[in-house]
């Protein structure tokens, strides 16, 4: 198995299109296809389906896909590092993060970013986590940390944290003991943010519940402000009010539900997943989410 075929796989794959496949490598559109063909001889199945206007990966070719991008990535770095060693990762990386990530990770990142990588220009966009991923997948962005997202062959994705979900508000307003089922909330005035507000409502139609939502609104600081007022409660991540629960300003109570939780995972395109200066930014976001969220985020719950 070559890896000039993998790589000629990989790039129709990315474009759903044999014809400009071979337009962008610069080669004739009878010779990738033998390339294919060799590959799918090789692999005892078939890759793609042809259809009338370009190809479809089949199920065995979405599989092959992912093994096929590693390749290619561990290629690259190996080369990388046999020939260029000592050289430190330079250019321009855009980074997205959801504000409330922002808040607590993201300066950690940034201070550890300018000192060790100097020659990367960072810049940090902020946006919901959907938007995010869009703007991923349109290679608006390089890396960026979403939550619970989609799996999708043109990202490569890296879990960092699952958090559970708490009911956040002043401490008179929660329920006392333990939160086992969504059924606790139903009199609670919940305050959710649009992605929250989806995730919840998934739980509740299983059980056909009423939940009480007085407001849904996307800005997190906006949530923060009438939470503290007494105005009613939210559901978050324990992380996300970190501040205000340190200083006991708000109460936090673990909804202990199978499955309601946060990923948080760290995305970046396919194409670039291999390239220093993102395989660097990934170590430091590691290191972050590990000092500044996993370790407050344990001892709390």
Known sequence: MELRSIKYFVAIAELGNISGAAKKLGIAQPALTRHIKQLEEELNTTLLNRLARGVQLTASGREFLEYANRIVAEVAQAKHEITGQGLKPAGSLVFGASPTISTILMPRVVADSLQELPDINLKLIEGRSIRLYDSLLTGVLDMAILTNPLPSYKLHLTPLITEPLCLIGIANQLPKGRA???????????????????????????????????????SIETIRSLVKAGEGVTIAPSTAFFDELNKNELDALTLEVDGLHRELVLASRTDNAHLPAVREISRIVRSAVSSQMLDWATNRV
């Open 180 to 218: 086992t089922d969504l059924e606790v909330l139903e009199k609670m005035p919940l305050i959710l943010t649009p992605g929250m507000l989806f995730l919840v409502d998934r739980f509740q139609a299983r059980k056909k519940l009423k939940l009480n939502v007085v407001a849904e609104i996307e």
